[in-house]
């Protein structure tokens, strides 16, 4: 497979205009963006718990 030329893109733009619409489009953007920082902020989250996996968590209940 090779790279994406301008007329690919083009007509993938035109093929989602006409799936979705000039006015659906922001809204869609604007929720791939919140979960991308959703992804990112759980990740940052996590990314301590998981570079050090023999240190004792003090923040799990021991039962």
């Known amino acids: 497979m090779g790279k994406l030329g301008a007329t690919e893109i083009i007509l993938i733009v035109a093929v989602i205009l006409l799936l ?7 809204e869609l953007m604007k929720g791939l963006g919140s979960g991308i920082k959703e992804f990112k902020d759980a990740s940052k989250d ?4 998981t570079s050090n996996p023999n240190k004792n968590n003090t923040d799990s209940k021991t039962e």
């Open 46 to 49: 996590n990314s301590g718990a």
């Open 20 to 26: 979705f619409g000039g006015k659906k489009i922001p």
